[in-house]
């Protein structure tokens, strides 16, 4: 997550030099005065072994500036940390372009938001309904995201985040609630169609 905001920045942040060397925490890294952002982060999700971002390009370059800083300093990290050697990642990053206007840029925030569900409940699509509470608290629970912003909770991961960058879909914490029910109920409807 410190990576997240530290490594969208034009200026060059080692992060092992911001908590060994400068002693910063974990919440003063997430404010740290960064300069100009690379990209706009409007939604995001760590997993166990892959992550999804949902991003804005806005500097040239931005995008894979971005994620060549994300994944280089992981990389060290965990290679630092691990005392090992050698590349992470099998091969460059994913990325489709959308329009502003696109309806596929809405269908992604529930994509990213609801992808913590496979590591709680691996058959979620067969469980779910759209008053599942388990589910629910999982996500509200699940640190390693965004949702938490969109739900409206208050903490420091929600300076990685700039949503006004990004359409309008939810005008507040109900509409982005009511958009994942909607969501989850869509996700239903074509897991039955594949199905029959």
Known sequence: MMLLYVSNSKET?????????????????????????L?????WCLMINHFHLLVRQEVDGGITKFMRKLG??????????????GALFGGLF????????????????GYIHLNPLDIEFPSWK???????????????????????EYVGKDRIEK????????????T???????????YFDMELDRDSRLTH
Do not use: C, W
Not at 39 to 43: D, H, K, L, N, R
Not at 94 to 109: P, R, S, V
Not at 126 to 135: A, C, L
Not at 172 to 182: K, M, R, T, V
């Open 13 to 37: 942040f080692r992060l092992d030099n911001l908590i060994n060397r400068l002693d910063k925490t974990f919440n003063e890294i997430l404010v740290l005065d960064k300069g100009e952002s």
């Open 172 to 182: 507040d914490h109900q509409s982005f609630e009511d958009f994942i029910g909607n």
């Open 94 to 109: 994913k990325a489709k372009l959308i329009g502003k206007d696109d309806g596929y840029m809405k269908h992604l925030f």
């Open 126 to 148: 067969e469980q779910i309904n759209k008053t599942s509470i388990m589910m629910r608290e999982f996500l509200e629970s699940y640190r390693y995201s965004s949702y938490q």
């Open 159 to 170: 300076n990685i985040i700039e949503r006004k960058n990004f359409p309008e879909y939810f």
């Open 72 to 85: 280089v300093g992981y990389s060290m990290f965990f290679n630092i940390k691990y005392q090992r050697k």
């Open 39 to 43: 990209v706009s982060i409007g939604a």
